[in-house]
């Protein structure tokens, strides 16, 4: 069975760092893409970042650019999100996906979607203190 676990969230005052794991298991294949989207109270999940686990090509949300790094360890089957300077507005759950690419929505209000991804994990709390 394909499991995707999240960890690393927690409770940062503004400017400070984390970096949140995806640890995956059960996959066949390492074909496939590992996105994060943040989903706070009353809001669509929304895109973060990607990653293209095969070649490393990545793609990020524009509010997160210079920011935050996705990276993908094949051999451990993890792929993380390493945030810095982060500020109140980040905060949220956030969740890793995988699916077959990093084929994104995206509209001018910010919105920013990974519409393959269809293997969900249950989410980890970031919560960036103002």
């Known amino acids: 069975e394909e499991q995707l676990v999240e960890s690393g969230g927690g409770l940062v005052p503004t400017g400070g760092s984390l970096r949140l794991s995806c640890a995956a298991s059960?996959?066949?294949?390492?074909?496939?893409?590992i996105g994060w989207f943040r989903q706070v109270p009353g809001k669509e999940r929304n895109g973060v970042s990607c990653?293209?686990?095969?070649?490393?090509?990545?793609d990020y949300n524009d509010s997160v650019k210079g920011r935050f790094t996705i990276s993908s360890d094949n051999a451990k089957n993890t792929v993380y999100l390493q945030m810095n300077s982060l500020k109140p507005e980040d905060t949220g759950v956030y969740y890793c996906?995988?699916?077959?690419?990093?084929?994104?929505?995206?509209?001018?209000?910010?919105?920013?979607?990974?519409?393959?991804?269809?293997?969900w994990g249950e989410g980890t709390q970031v919560t960036v203190a103002s």
């Open positions: 996906a995988a699916g077959p690419h990093c084929g994104v929505e995206a509209d001018f209000s910010g919105r920013r979607y990974y519409y393959s991804m269809n293997r």
């Open positions: 059960g996959f066949t294949s390492d074909d496939y893409a």
């Open positions: 990653i293209m686990r095969s070649d490393g090509t990545t």
